[in-house]
């Protein structure tokens, strides 16, 4: 049976199930113990929140996860590195790639105002909208998942959930629409042309279309800066590699590839524009946990 | 002075005003008779909504707006083709490339149910969205947008507005995100290449990132079918250019850019992969007028 990614017929958003085996049953949640169902090659279709670590935030509307892997279920504690082949860890990586819908399930526990008194709910589709490595509190690389919940779906909490974090509420919105005042003075200074690539898009009536690329994403969990010494003016090819960990920024301002760190581009900059250090080695740190 | 984007000091949202001098004195809106205010060069800043054309249409969240010139204001008739390069509608076009936010504030009139009752009253910011040709009722070209409010605003009209819409719902969230399953079953065929260029974008992980294109938009007003032959891969530069009127589709299924209609690739397809001529002509349409 191929992958299901979506609501299972006959399923409905807010629906209890009593255990494990009835999510598995009504194809909601595939496997029977993984947190994760997924595979690096067709991504992921479900994740059970249930509190199982530390680095979890629950906002309802958005949810911070933490990937599979490393985790002493006594202690809670990791006690080595996760992984981002492991299947989970990497399904959820190609999910945010593709765009895949994945169905959240949430499991009662004390950590969330959102969970269920009992048993299981699904909360609906959400979607991959950040991935980031970091070095947890007890010392080891763990891989961390933004999801955010899709419009339009039945509202299943009493309370409207909090609302506190405008910043990153454009985050699932496009990056035309994320575009801020100083990003678009970057893209000014350069012409609507890549700092990467010297390309532009030719859009209708002779105009040029280049993107503004904040190197640290603003608003949660990364509070980057609206900055100039943040903003990269690039095409939309090489934002998005910036964006999905393709492309990292090395220390002489080359760009390079991820996986070997081989640069392919110098940075081309106006007289007036610097970015700072900082800023690139953040980003830099998001994928490969190390400076 | 530079022309300011976005809501002016002292400004909230919903407020009242008396009339045109009292929106320029705010500086709502700038011009006394204008509807749109802006240039070509500098984008759009804000737009009042009067119910002046037959082609306008107020959802409260969104807008279909008609562009300027060619109209007889006595009749409401069109008299004249409009031009793309006329200040109003280059500026609304510029505004939408690069996404700059507008006021929008909507005149007293019968047309609407969500315009004031005498006065005029700022809606907030709205971000243009689409932005097509086509020749309208009376033989003539003209020029529509299309504006959705800016999320994280105050609520200024008494009931909801209806959501009759949700296909479109979606227009204003990232491409990544629109993604079908059938835009996914594309862009496997393809490996994740664009059809016009062969390229792709690194991911993370040895991943490849490609997006999967809509020839005719789904959703109004467009209402193209989510279906293989409406659906292109394509590299986010190709997707952007495809989407802003910078690259049309001939007949022959060479990519040609609109200024000149020259060719500059031919599509690649995969034996089992077709896209229909209406739907390329459609597109090719909306920036053209002409098929």
Not at 107 to 122: I, K, L, N, V, W
Not at 206 to 234: K, T, V, W
Request: net charge neutral; with cysteine.
């Amino acid at each position: 049976m191929p992958r299901f990614f979506g609501t299972p017929d006959g399923v409905h958003v807010g629906q209890q199930f009593i255990d494990r085996k009835d999510l598995h049953e009504h194809g909601v949640h595939r496997p029977l113990q993984a947190g994760i169902s997924g595979t690096g090659k067709e991504g992921a279709d479900s994740i059970v929140v249930s509190g199982g670590y530390v680095d979890d935030e629950d906002h309802g509307d958005f949810i911070i996860y933490t990937g599979h892997g490393g985790n002493d279920p006594k202690t809670r504690r990791q006690v080595a590195d996760q992984s981002p082949t492991a299947s989970g860890n990497a399904g959820l990586i190609t999910s945010r790639i593709l765009g895949l819908p994945v169905r959240v399930i949430r499991g009662a526990h004390r950590g969330s105002s959102f969970a269920p008194p009992y048993g299981y709910q699904y909360a609906g589709l959400y979607l991959v909208s950040d991935a980031w490595a970091k070095v947890g509190r007890d010392g080891f690389r763990i891989f961390l998942f933004r999801l955010d919940r899709l419009p339009d779906q039945a509202e299943i909490w009493t309370r409207r959930p909090a609302t506190s974090d405008p910043a990153f509420g454009t985050a699932t919105i496009s990056r035309r629409i994320r575009d801020t005042a100083l990003s678009r003075e970057v893209k000014q200074m350069y012409n609507f042309r890549c700092q990467v690539c010297g390309g532009t898009v030719p859009a209708f009536g002779e105009r040029l279309y280049a993107e503004g690329a904040h190197i640290r994403a603003l608003g949660r969990p990364h509070l980057g800066h609206d900055s100039l010494d943040n903003i990269l003016s690039l095409c939309p090819n090489h934002h998005a590699q910036l964006d999905l960990g393709g492309m990292v920024i090395l220390d002489d301002f080359s760009a390079a590839t991820t996986s070997d760190l081989v640069p392919f581009a110098d940075l081309t900059f106006a007289s007036s524009h610097r970015v700072t250090l900082e800023n690139a080695r953040y980003h830099r740190h998001l994928w490969l946990a190390v400076a």
